[in-house]
């Protein structure tokens, strides 16, 4: 007996040893291939010697880079200064030239030092050089997602029980190519004035349903630091708001607009979320984690929702290192958006069967904190709708059948 007590951990231990031997060789194969796809963090001498040579065509000091308003000033919108800083191929010189004629495209200098000098396809230059594709795009809408029919006062957007969007400008620090909002970016950027913003808060005031209110844009952070504390002092004042939420890019594409002026501001008004657009692990830089850490000093809780980008993070282990590289810098993966057929977009429209594949690569095989919700959002205002790999083969009144994260078939009953 005694010989039998003494046997048995060490078979379990035996066990327990081969099934770690093989854990260990299913995540193998990812950890080579991770180790090619850069980051922020292993970019950032190259980004570095960017902003020097950024800086000294400017004629400018790393105080300006550090200023946000030097940083808006200063974007570039000019082909042919892009080409002085970004060495482009003639035809794609063309192109830009050509495409510019009908689709505004801006992009911060501190965005521009993110992007390859030599490889056309680098995820950065993707999502903020125009590209021809954008003009030969007959399959996309509008407006997709029926915006204009779901405001019931200005500057709402409201297609939830519960919760409403205000959208406070059409400004962003840069022009995404893939923006659904496209057809919101004139010419001209603009606020929306503080008597539209009342209107939208006496509609909040007026219906104690709300109890979240996500302020968006455009960018939300592009918005004056005093009109920001002016908005949030006014939803934190009416009691049935329970939480406020940001939308911004500006941890992405400009992080330097996270001041401590503007910390103290945020500060004032828990709880308070914001939800942030990663979507390349190179676009999680040293700049990014020091704004995220100033923003969680404040108080705020960080989310990220990527848009799932054909040529950009299709690739499974790109969007596992994605979310690994936030939750390093306490950004937790919130949702991956399948990206909308919004005109002049189509090239980067990915399959449905992409995100499936993605989230069934991550699920089990990652922390469950780097597994974000795959969201498609239903046309015509239909809301957003999860998608996910089936694991619940069969159901009956009291027994199922479910597919675990490997693979494997297990028959479940309950009582
Ligand atoms: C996305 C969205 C929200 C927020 O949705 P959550 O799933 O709660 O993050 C709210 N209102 C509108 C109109 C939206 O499009």
Known sequence: MSVQLQDRPVAFRQYALRRAEKLKQMVTPYLK???TIPTGFSSSDTFESHRAMILNYFGATLDDWENWHWQMTHRISDPHVLDTLLPLA???????LR??????????????????DSDPFDPIRLQGLPSQAELFDDFGEEDPMGEEYTSPAPSITRRYPDRLIINVTNMCAMYCRHCQRRRN?????????????????????????????LVTGGDALLLSDQTLDWLLGELHAIPHVEIKRLGTRVPVTLPMRITDELCTILAKYP???????????????????KAADKLIAAGVILGNQAVLLKGINTQPQVMKKLNQELLKIRVRPYYIFHAKNVKGT??????IQDGIEIIEQLRGHTSGLAVPTYIINAPKG??????????????DENKAVLRTWEGKYIQYETP
């Open 346 to 351: 189509r090239h980067f429209v990915p399959r």
């Open 99 to 116: 495409v510019g004629k009908t689709f505004r495209w801006a992009i911060s200098p501190y965005y521009l030092s993110l992007m390859d």
């Open 90 to 96: 003639a035809t794609q010189r063309q192109e830009i």
């Open 185 to 213: 970016i004139g010419e001209t950027d603009t606020h929306s004035p503080r008597v539209q913003l009342s209107q939208a808060l006496n509609y909040i005031r007026a219906n104690p349903e709300i109890r979240d209110v």
């Open 33 to 35: 291939q991770a180790s």
């Open 271 to 289: 709880p308070l979320y914001i939800n942030t657009q990663f979507n390349h692990p190179k676009e999680v830089t040293k700049d990014a984690k």
């Open 382 to 395: 239909g809301g957003k709708t999860p998608i996910s790999p089936q694991y619940l083969v069969s159901l």
